[in-house]
């Protein structure tokens, strides 16, 4: 089973994940309207890198923007959450070991404590994002299933390595349900709202160029 799930059901999540984004970026692209978006950015290419590349860098820093400065504990655990979320999988020593054993990949790796502490954090974060769309009415209205499954297909790595890296009790059913929930969430993300890890770029970047050309940007120096 071992072999299996890291071998060519690997190679099958991967695929999908890697084939399902570049679609999905594709599609993105393809979808901006000609007229309504992509003649301005073309005209006016400086003031609309400019506005994404703003856009973009005040929205990966903690409070650096009025959104974030709103819910100041919230935004916090949205950080920890992400933070861990994408470099936690990058970095861990166990996936270290596993590409330099199937694939001859040699990568860095965290320190074992680290990325302990770190999958604590995505846990104990995500905990608490739930906890607030089910205490919080604003949040709960716009809450389906769907959000719940979602942070129950994102949590269930991380839950699950975390039960394998200390030899609890059904060590090799953890391991196997560890790395079956990896592959899980890989396939997943081209499909769901997990994509926005790529498409926030994308979206975030048209709207900083949207805003750097077409809204005050240009101090009314465009012409409609």
Do not use: C
Not at 20 to 29: A, D, E, K
Not at 112 to 124: K, P, Q, W
Request: charge should be positive; charged fraction near 10%; avoid cysteine.
């Amino acid at each position: 089973m071992y072999q299996f799930v890291t071998g060519p059901l690997a190679w099958v999540a991967f695929s999908v994940f890697f084939i399902g984004l570049l679609v999905r970026t594709i599609w993105y692209i393809r979808g901006l309207d000609w007229k309504l978006d992509r003649v301005a950015y073309t005209e006016h290419a400086v003031y609309g890198i400019k506005g994404a590349i703003r856009s973009i860098v005040y929205w990966l820093i903690p409070y650096g923007t009025h959104s974030w400065r709103y819910y100041k504990g919230t935004t916090a655990l949205v950080f920890i959450f992400h933070f861990g979320l994408l470099l936690t999988p990058l970095l861990v020593q166990g996936h270290s070991v596993l590409l330099l054993e199937k694939w001859g990949i040699s990568t860095w790796a965290l320190p074992e404590g680290v990325s302990d502490f770190l999958t604590m954090m995505v846990i104990v974060a995500g905990v608490f994002l739930v906890l607030r769309r089910i205490s919080m009415p604003e949040v709960r209205i716009v809450t389906t299933a769907y959000d719940y499954l979602l942070m129950g297909i994102t949590l269930a790595p991380f839950v699950t390595g975390f039960m394998a890296y200390h030899q609890a009790p059904g060590y090799q059913g953890w391991l196997i349900a560890h790395i079956l929930s990896g592959e899980i969430m890989l396939v997943a993300i081209p499909f769901t709202k997990l994509s926005h890890f790529v498409l926030f770029f994308l979206s975030r970047g048209q709207l900083g160029a949207d805003f750097g050309i077409k809204r005050g940007g240009m101090k009314n120096k465009f012409a409609w």
